[in-house]
C-alpha cells in the first residue's frame, strides 16, 4: 500500500463527528451570547470551536469518509433553504416597500412616504455576524440532523 | 439499499468498530450502512466486496431484479 501522509485513521474520523457536534454547542453558546454578553473567554472558545468545525466540514470533509460527506450536504441543504428563506423575507419586503412607495407617490403627486421601508426594520437581521452565526447553525443543525436519524 | 453487512460481520465475529478499521471509514460509517441509513460510493462497495470475497450484488440489493424488466 503507498504511503499516504497526514492520512486520517479511525480515531480522527470518529473524532470528526464528535467535533461537529461539540461546534453545535458553541454555536448555540454564541447565539445566547447575541443576547446576554457571555465573557470574553467564553465567546473566544465557543467562537473557535465554530470555526473550527466549519473548516473541518468545508476542508477536510473528504478526508473523512464518504458518511461525512453525505452529513455534511444535509447540513449544506438545510443552510441553502435558510438563504433561500432569509432573502425570500426580504423580496417579500422589498415588494411591500416597492408597492407601497409607488401607490403613495402616485395619491400623493410625487411625495416620499413618510414611514421607514420594512426593510430597515430589523437590525438582527441586518447585522452580518448575527446571519452569518445563524446559517451557521443551520448547518450545524443539518449535521445532527441527519446523523442522528441514521441511528434510529 | 438494503444490504446483509450486518450478518456478514456478525459471521466473523467483527464489531463495527473492526470493520470500519479495516475499510478504512468510521464506525459511524459502518452503522448508517448496516441500518440502510446510508448507501455506501462505489469505491467503498468495492471495497466492502473484496473484504469479504463476494460480489457486490451479493451484499448489497437495491430491489430491482436483473431480468424482470
Redesign the interface.
Known amino acids: 500500500m503507498p504511503y499516504q501522509p497526514n492520512t486520517p485513521d479511525?480515531y480522527n474520523?470518529?473524532q470528526?463527528?464528535r467535533y461537529m457536534f461539540l461546534s453545535l454547542g458553541a454555536n448555540c453558546v454564541l447565539i445566547f451570547d447575541v443576547f446576554i454578553a457571555l465573557p470574553n473567554i467564553v465567546r473566544v472558545l465557543a467562537m473557535g470551536s465554530v470555526v473550527g468545525g466549519l473548516l473541518v466540514a468545508g476542508l477536510m470533509a473528504s478526508r473523512?469518509?464518504?458518511?461525512?460527506r453525505?452529513l455534511c450536504y444535509s447540513g449544506q441543504q438545510w443552510t441553502v433553504s435558510g438563504i433561500a428563506a432569509y432573502l425570500l423575507f426580504y423580496l417579500f419586503n422589498a415588494g411591500y416597500d416597492t408597492g407601497y412607495g409607488a401607490g403613495f407617490a402616485l395619491g400623493s403627486e410625487g411625495m416620499a412616504p413618510e414611514r421607514e421601508p420594512l426593510i430597515a426594520l430589523s437590525p438582527l437581521l441586518t447585522d452580518g455576524y448575527v446571519v452569518a452565526l445563524s446559517f451557521a447553525m443551520l448547518f450545524f443543525l443539518g449535521f445532527a440532523y441527519a446523523?442522528l436519524?441514521?441511528?434510529w | 439499499m438494503k444490504n446483509r453487512l450486518r450478518v456478514l460481520r456478525a459471521e466473523r465475529e467483527w464489531s463495527q468498530a473492526e470493520l470500519a478499521g479495516q475499510l478504512d471509514v468510521s464506525r459511524q460509517a459502518v452503522n448508517a450502512i448496516e441500518t440502510g441509513k446510508h448507501d455506501p460510493s462505489l469505491g467503498l462497495a468495492f471495497k466492502i466486496a473484496r473484504l469479504f470475497a463476494m460480489p457486490v450484488e451479493q451484499i448489497f440489493d437495491d430491489g430491482a431484479h436483473v431480468g424482470e424488466e
Open positions: 479511525r474520523r470518529e470528526s463527528f473523512v469518509d464518504d458518511y461525512f453525505a446523523s436519524r441514521a441511528r
